[in-house]
């Protein structure tokens, strides 16, 4: 199954690993919706486009990259692919929020949408990162990022509300994207830091380091 789909897509197609592993499976509908759901909606609001602008830049400046390496290594797929269930619920909820709030301001509809994503991105993605690392660390340096970091979080959150609000005050563009990409960050920094202090109050006893590579090496032996 994996020689044909390098077979039949090439290496290095679109420079999106999100649109390589779901094409030709049962995730291409999805990924297509959202697709589409970013190019209709989103980008026609001024803080979706401007906002879309610094990450495109981002993004492709190591996309394509983990592209490569999904197309010429089963193993890599397999991890790209189930890394990306999760991100398109993420997207899908982030696109409820926007149909919630569209109907009284696009704008604000855009915004929300990105708060919702990367809230959640920092939830599912970044926290479990931060927990093995801090597992991992917390013999030798102790460890209480959550507590430290929350507040400033929220400094930097309602700063960057600010931000928003003088940039469409002023119709200010430069003041538009440093306010939306700041935006999404403290957020996505927000969400990390609350799901870092969700799993150590909870710890769990199969988050650590060796359960986690045991889970790996099962998932990647079925890789397609």
């Known amino acids: 199954m994996f020689t044909n789909i390098v077979t039949q897509k090439g290496i290095g197609g679109t420079g999106c690993p999100v649109t390589y592993v779901t094409n030709g499976n049962r995730l291409q509908p999805y990924a297509q919706f959202l697709r589409n759901f970013r190019d209709n909606q989103i980008q026609n609001t001024t803080a979706g486009r ?62 929300t949408a990105g708060v919702v994503a990367a809230s959640l991105i920092g939830l599912a993605y970044v926290a479990p990162v931060a927990y093995l690392a801090s597992r991992l660390l917390r013999r030798r340096i102790h460890l209480n990022l959550s507590n430290r970091s929350l507040a400033p979080t929220t400094v930097w959150l309602t700063a960057s509300v600010f931000i928003l609000a003088a940039a469409y005050a002023t119709n200010s563009t430069m003041a538009l994207a440093f306010g939306t990409v700041n935006l999404v960050l403290s957020t996505l920094s927000a969400g990390s830091l609350i799901g870092l202090r969700a799993l150590t109050c909870v710890q769990l006893p199969f988050v650590n380091p060796a359960n986690m590579a045991l889970l790996l090496r099962r998932f990647t032996r079925s890789a397609p």
């Open 50 to 111: 401007t906002f879309l602008t610094a990450f495109n830049a981002w993004y492709y400046s190591w996309a394509p990259a983990l592209e490569y390496s999904a197309a010429t290594s089963p193993w890599a797929y397999r991890v790209v692919q189930v890394g990306v269930v999760p991100l398109l619920g993420i997207l899908y909820a982030s696109y409820y929020s926007y149909t919630l709030v569209a109907p009284l301001s696009p704008e604000v509809a855009a915004m």
